[in-house]
Structures are given as structure tokens and as C-alpha cells.
């Protein structure tokens, strides 16, 4: 067991001691897998107030235990992975937030939203998703462990974040040789959407914002030839078009909220989302003001590389 206190790059999973936890570890060995980097399994055990008769030494051989297991289901899952463990005590955000400053990847698992301690692991969820800088993936308690359906979902909000969404999107399918579905669905609260969907032709406005969203895969398309793209607009509620959504896919992306200064926070439809999935959800961080996407856009034009 190291004291590392940072992930070196590697793929990152978190776990708390449930099934779900070592889930999770299992899925993200898959990923340092297919990624082929190692695998950070962390635990961070609860901090040792003054008021408690608790003994900290108690604690680590508890959690010690834990991140023993997660590395041998890891094991257990790619025999040949890299697996480093660390145990670290204290607020279990912040913890997980400092850890993956440096991370390719993190892990988390999800407990069933009928499980009566969904509030305690849901916070540790959205609190970590809405302000990690690496991105996230939330692995749903009730996921079928070997599903392979070859389908990305990506949940397209507005051209802001397009570069972000895309950018991991068409690279994640292309590396998995699964289509990507674009799916943009919105829904105005209460009376105002009855007096919009009113006096708007839906066809049309469907049409509109289909061509828009063309418009910003066209270099997406070029890049990456093999990936299959279908693109659905929806005039509904885009909590239960995503959801709906993954029923049948491998992983939903979505671009978190982007805030300024200490103010970190997912909105609604992430959380429900995050809270209600059938499948994997990589929640991204957006790119700073005035940062380009991490991987270039490289296509073929006439028999030369034009970047």
C-alpha cells in the first residue's frame, strides 16, 4: 500500500466497502485495461473526531481490508494490471477530488435509488462529479456486470461544451467500434412549454436544430470515418429521454454544469440521471475559457493530412 497522494495518471477506483464499490473496481480494471495504465484502488475511511472513542488504528486495518479486495476483484478481472493501493482518511470528497487532480479516469460505484442509504452515497457521487478535473464514470448498481450493447450515448446541451462532449465521445466509440448516439432533448417548465410547443411547428424546429448539431459534427466525422452516428432531437423531458436512453448502451456522456469561483454543483437532469441510469455515465469537466479540446481533429483531405 502506497502514500501516494496523487494518481500518476492512471485509471482511479473508489470504493466504500459495498458490492457496488467492488463493481466498480472491477469495471475500472477493464478500463486500465483496455487503456493499458495502472489502476490507483483508493478507500478513504472516515475522519477521528475528538469526541470519539473510536481508535484510528482500528479504522485503517478496516479499510486496509477493504482496498485488499478491490485489488484482488481487480485482479481477478486483468491478471496483468498494475495495481497500486492507498488508504487515506478524512472528508471523502475532498479526498477523492485531490486524489484525481492527475487522473485519466475515476470510478465510482452507485447504490440502487431504492436503497435506503442512497442519500450517503449519493452525495459522495455528485459531490465528486461536479468538481473533479478528471473525468468521471458512475457504474449503476443494477447494471448487467458483461453487457456489451457497442452504443455510446452522448447528451448534447448547447454548442458551449460541443468540443468537450464530442471530443471523449467519438474517441470512446472509436476505440470501442460501437455507434454513437447524439441525443438533444429539452422541455420548458410548467405552462411555458404548452405556449411554446403552441406556436412552434415541431417538425421544424426539429429539423433546425438537427442541421445545428450536424453543423458541429461535420470535423467529427471526417476524423473519425468508422464511428456510426445517429442524431435524435426530442421535444421532452431530457431527465427521461436520457434515462430512457440507457437502457441499451455501454456509457452516457454528459458535460457538467460549467461555474465560476468556489461554486460546484450538477444540475437537475445530471443528477437525475446519475441517480436513475441503466448503464455506466461519464460525467466531463468542461474546458476552462479559451482551452482547446484534448485531442486535435486530424482528417484526410485529397490524400493529405490536414489538421
Request: hydrophobic letters at 40%; aromatic letters at 6%.
Amino acid at each position: 500500500m502506497t502514500n501516494t497522494r496523487t494518481s500518476r495518471g492512471g485509471v482511479v477506483a473508489a470504493v466504500d466497502g459495498t458490492e457496488q464499490g467492488y463493481a466498480a473496481a472491477g469495471y475500472a480494471a477493464r478500463e486500465a485495461g483496455r487503456l493499458s495504465l495502472p489502476l490507483d484502488v483508493i478507500h478513504v475511511f472516515p475522519g477521528v473526531g475528538s469526541m470519539t472513542t473510536i481508535p484510528v488504528e482500528f479504522l485503517e486495518t478496516y479499510g486496509a481490508d477493504i482496498v485488499e479486495r478491490a485489488r484482488e476483484t481487480a485482479l481477478e478481472t486483468v491478471a496483468t494490471l498494475d495495481v497500486r493501493t492507498h488508504l487515506c482518511g478524512g472528508g471523502r470528497i475532498q479526498q477523492l477530488v485531490d486524489f484525481t487532480e492527475n487522473a485519466r479516469l475515476l470510478v465510482l460505484g452507485s447504490r440502487s435509488p431504492r436503497s435506503f442509504d442512497r442519500i450517503w452515497t449519493g452525495g459522495t457521487v455528485i459531490g465528486v462529479s461536479s468538481r473533479a478535473a478528471c473525468p468521471v464514470v458512475v457504474v449503476p448498481a443494477e447494471r448487467e456486470p458483461f453487457a456489451v450493447h457497442h452504443r455510446i450515448v452522448a447528451a448534447f446541451k448547447s454548442p458551449a461544451h460541443s468540443a468537450e462532449l464530442f471530443d471523449a465521445a467519438f474517441r470512446l466509440a472509436d476505440e470501442l467500434g460501437a455507434e454513437l448516439v447524439v441525443l438533444h432533448a429539452w422541455r420548458l417548465p410548467g405552462v411555458y412549454d404548452d405556449i411554446i410547443a403552441d406556436r412552434v411547428d415541431q417538425e421544424r424546429w426539429r429539423h433546425e436544430q438537427t442541421a445545428a448539431i450536424e453543423r458541429q459534427l461535420v470535423d467529427y466525422r471526417e476524423a473519425f470515418p468508422d464511428v456510426q452516428v445517429r442524431v435524435y432531437v426530442r421535444h421532452e423531458n431530457p431527465a427521461h429521454a436520457l434515462v430512457r436512453t440507457t437502457r441499451g448502451a455501454d456509457r452516457l456522456l454528459l458535460v457538467r454544469p460549467a461555474h465560476g469561483g468556489l461554486v460546484h454543483h450538477l444540475g437537475r437532469t445530471a443528477r437525475a440521471v446519475l441517480r436513475e441510469a441503466h448503464c455506466p455515465i461519464e460525467v466531463l469537466a468542461p474546458l476552462p475559457r479559451g482551452h482547446e479540446p484534448t485531442v486535435p481533429l486530424v482528417r484526410e483531405r485529397e490524400g493529405e493530412l490536414v489538421t
